[in-house]
């Protein structure tokens, strides 16, 4: 059975840090590109970074010099570090997995900033 296993979310501060994390098992496909995807509330959910399994990374524009996106393709994890995080930033923060015969997705962490 395929798991992506998302860890890290919660409620923060305005300022504050959050670290993401997902761990994807069962999947016996080739996996190409890993990353996070968000959802707030009454919007449609938008890319936040990804990266390639060559580690190169893509940034939404507003996560860009705050994000950091890493990966581990030995146990197929995908992290993505969220610092001085906004109240825009509250959503729902989805892992997302690409492989050569489907893709997957987490079924979503909280992520709260609020003062």
């Known amino acids: 059975q395929?798991?992506?296993m998302e860890t890290g979310g919660g409620a923060v501060q305005p300022g504050g840090s959050l670290r993401l994390s997902?761990?994807?098992?069962?999947?016996?496909?080739?996996?190409?590109?890993?990353?996070?995807?968000?959802?707030?509330?009454?919007?449609?959910?938008?890319?936040?970074?990804?990266m390639s399994p060559g580690g190169i990374p893509l940034y939404a524009f507003f996560a860009k010099g705050r994000f950091t996106?890493?990966?581990?393709?030995?146990?197929?994890?995908?992290?993505?570090q969220m610092n001085a995080l906004k109240s825009d930033d509250t959503a729902v923060y989805y892992c997302y997995v690409r492989t050569d015969?489907?893709?997957?997705?987490?079924?979503?962490?909280q992520v709260t900033v609020s003062s």
Not at 70 to 77: A, Q, T, V
Request: contains cysteine; neutral net charge; charged residues 20%.
């Open 69 to 80: 996106v890493s990966r581990d393709n030995d146990k197929n994890i995908v992290n993505l």
């Open 101 to 109: 015969i489907q893709d997957y997705w987490g079924q979503g962490t």
């Open 22 to 50: 997902c761990e994807a098992s069962g999947i016996g496909a080739n996996i190409g590109v890993m990353g996070w995807y968000r959802q707030a509330p009454g919007k449609a959910r938008e890319v936040v970074a990804t």
């Open 2 to 4: 395929v798991q992506l």
